[in-house]
């Protein structure tokens, strides 16, 4: 093989040229069979059999896949795959390549399993760890899904076979909900239309109902959604990531959907239009504000993989504006000097809420960094707010301190403004999330103290992401928890990991985050955090991700999948099942 061709391998090809690989990674699998109230996995009697899947296969557009883990090159024994596993290393923290790998995870702790005898499953990108590779959580066989037709096949199979399912888009989600050992994978991420509108409407919807919107497949990410907006001079509202390459059309969406620019135009929930969607019994149905609006409602922040698997969804776009950019770096003189210049920081949001800013903010207990963005603000109005956190951050600060405020011509340019990281790469690691609101009230009345507890923690991010637009929709009109609307930034804290941990440290790490949560819950009197951006490990995780929405949301859940064909951990319905998903409890 010339390196020429080697460097142009998709991560497809990697998928064909380890066909040969398989019987070595399922080498330990046990047969138990299932009872009734169980679902079907991989390896179990009650697995379809390959005249099934041939039949299965006959009905679909693309051929079955077969899933693994991507470092799974680098374990290997043919020559022709250690071009492949280098590749697969090169790419191990890229998010869009790792999203074209239907079996990589972006975080790849969600790759691994544990047993319960605390044996770790899992494939590393670092060989010299001297393990083999594991299949861990990665389903082992999928459809490439490509149309509506395809989904409603694999659904069909799924549920007359009782298969434990797993709908995978672009393996973001922080709490796996894409990933699940032995189960059944339905793959949307080569769903990729893109369709602009001037008079959209929706179905059902009276004649006088046009929207300028754009209706995206389910497998588009936010990259290529924003590139065809761009070049239609509009806008629509998104997610931010370094690769940009989170899904704008699955569990994003589904989840709530927040971004930097929902203080001005409301988050994703607040701008969809229509989803269309294959339902439990493999339907394809049309949900909006006219036509089915009650599973629109559930749809719009009631979570991924839990009421059916969108086609598409349909987004109002809206126009390009210019906006500043306002930019600070500080290390704080000390511990004093931090909870001044914090409290400041916290109490500004209030202000700034109400002027439609939006961005992102890492903090330590001796540093803050924030990127915020003023929407169709100009530099001298946006210099005007924010000139009083500015003045005390300089009081506060070091010497060196950065303070800049900058004019950029609209939110493409920005993609295109290398803007400092200071958190490393976001893609490729082990971690799991813990996350609260900041609420107004809080920003308002309890700066000080919610200073005080954000500075207690190692690493704290804010996501600004709520506030201004988002405070103005009836808490009501969605599924969404409704502490979103008193909300005016997500705060997330982290735990991490590495290759080759065992089960024991990554419990230690799973215990640290619940105690900080636990210090984190002090500076809400809700527990409400965003379910996307979330721990596995909540005390409550109803409360905390839907509220007084749960139950609501669970009554539609039964209605439209009565048998759990879609239950994702922590998801609405998922208190009916085990730990593993698997069975009714
Ligand atoms: C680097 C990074 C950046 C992020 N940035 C943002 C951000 O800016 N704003 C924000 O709000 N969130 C952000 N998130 C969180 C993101 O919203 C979640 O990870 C979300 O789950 C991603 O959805 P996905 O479809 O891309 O991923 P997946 O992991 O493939 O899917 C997530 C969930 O949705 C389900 N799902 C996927 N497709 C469908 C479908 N077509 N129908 C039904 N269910 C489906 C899956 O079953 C799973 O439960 C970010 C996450 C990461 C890792
Ligand atoms: C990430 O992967 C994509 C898709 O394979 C590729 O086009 C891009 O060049 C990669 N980025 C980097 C920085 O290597
Ligand atoms: C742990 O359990 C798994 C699955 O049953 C088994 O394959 C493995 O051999 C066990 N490991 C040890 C050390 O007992
Ligand atoms: C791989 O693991 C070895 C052994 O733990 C470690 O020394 C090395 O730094 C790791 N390499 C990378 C690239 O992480
Ligand atoms: C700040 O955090 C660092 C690293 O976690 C720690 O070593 C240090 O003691 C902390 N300082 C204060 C004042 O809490
Ligand atoms: C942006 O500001 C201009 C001038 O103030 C105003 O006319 C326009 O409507 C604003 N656009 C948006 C989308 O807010
Ligand atoms: C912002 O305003 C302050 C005080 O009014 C002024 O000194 C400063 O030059 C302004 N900065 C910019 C970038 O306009
Ligand atoms: C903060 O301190 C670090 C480490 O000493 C230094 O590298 C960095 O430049 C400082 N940044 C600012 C904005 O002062």
Redesign the pocket.
Known sequence: MTKATTLEKSPTSIMKSLKALLPLLFLSQTVISNSNSCKCLYGQSCWPSSDAFNALASKLSQPLIRPLPPASPCYSLIPEDAPVCSEAQANAHN?TWLSGVPGAY??TNFEAYIFPNNTVSACYFNTTLGGTCGQGSVPPLGVDARSPEDIQAAVNFAREHNLKL?????????LG??AARDAFMIW?HHMKSIDFHDDFAPEGAPDTEKHEAVTLG?GVQWSEAYAAAAAQNKYVVG???DTGS??A????I??????AFSGKFGL?VDNVLQFT?VNAKGEHVTANAHTNPTLFWALRGGG??TF???TTVTYRTHPIVPLTLALASVNFTSPDAAQRGITEYIHTHVTLSDKQWGGYSFLTNSTLFFGYFAPNVSLPDANATITPLFDVLKEVGEEGILTELIPVESFYALLNLQVPNPAGP??GNKVELSSRFLSRDTALNRAEETARTLLSLDFVAINY?AGGAVLQVDPESAGLNPAWRNALAQVYIAENWQDGDSADTIHAAQQRLRDNTAILDRISTDSAAYL??ASLHEVDFKKAFWGPHYNRLKKIKNSVDPTGLFV?PRGVGSDDWDEELVCRV
Do not use: C, F, M, P
């Open positions: 998010g972006q975080n797993v709908v995978k888009n672009t393996g973001h989600d922080y909900r894409s949307t389910a997610g931010i990531s989170v899904g059309a699955g569990g994003w589904l989840g709530g959907g927040h971004s994703g969607l991924g993989g059916g698997i969108t976001q893609v992401v996307n951006e994702v």
